[in-house]
């Protein structure tokens, strides 16, 4: 999985009502999805219903540019767990995403609104 296929993930994921938890971690020497796949999956991620887990463990192509985009993607969402452990994201911004993890997902936004799907395919 790369970041040229997170477009089509993010169509599945998005238009599943089933899908809880996505793992997209790394198992190899390799890691393959960026703060780009992150830009580009994050409107179907935050527009997902179902989804509750996800776990980009040891994707250390992923830095602090992308800790925003968590963290709306947290709160136009009903994810609960998100590991990011063993990515490039430093402390400080872990601990924010963790604390916006806290926020109940009933006092959570519903729609997405600064990110749009349409910056994901012009990308």
């Known amino acids: 999985m790369n970041d040229k296929c997170l477009q089509i993930l993010g169509e ?3 238009d599943s009502k089933s899908i809880i938890s996505v793992t ?7 890691n393959y999805i960026s703060d780009k796949g ?3 999956l994050a409107p179907y991620l935050a527009n997902s219903e179902s989804l509750e887990a996800l776990s980009f463990k040891k994707q250390n192509n992923i830095t602090d540019k992308s800790a925003p985009l968590f963290m709306e993607i947290i709160m136009k969402s009903n994810i609960t767990k998100l590991d990011l452990s063993f990515t490039s994201i430093s402390l400080p911004q872990i601990l924010a995403i963790g604390n916006t993890l806290t926020i ?4 959570r936004e519903t729609k997405i609104s600064s990110l749009s799907k349409s910056a994901a395919k012009s990308s």
């Open 24 to 30: 997209l971690s790394s198992t190899g020497y390799k």
């Open 104 to 107: 109940p997902t009933e006092k």
């Open 38 to 40: 992150i830009e580009i």
């Open 12 to 14: 599945f994921i998005q």
